[in-house]
């Protein structure tokens, strides 16, 4: 099964099964490779520094309950473009 794993200000996509099975630290590294390899990426393929909230048309904070992000997604869209 894939999903995203949430850690305070990152998103990581992965396999869960890949991360039930690793421990803490594990865990800690891999947000650190995939930071640097995100920033890496962008400042290649945009010169833009990452994490840069001026990239993002919206950032939407995951704690506020899955109907709230559906809803401030929806109300963000243009009303044109819906």
Do not use: C, Q
């Amino acid at each position: 099964m894939t999903g995203a794993i949430l850690v305070p200000g990152r998103l990581i996509s992965a396999s869960f099964d890949e991360a039930k099975r690793g421990t803490v630290a594990e865990a800690t590294e891999l947000v650190e490779t995939l930071d640097r390899e995100r920033a890496a990426f962008i400042k290649k393929y945009f010169a833009k520094d990452w994490p840069n909230l001026e990239l993002y048309h919206l950032t939407v904070s995951t704690k506020i309950g899955d109907e709230a992000v559906v809803a401030t997604i929806i109300g963000a869209i243009p009303f044109d473009k819906r």
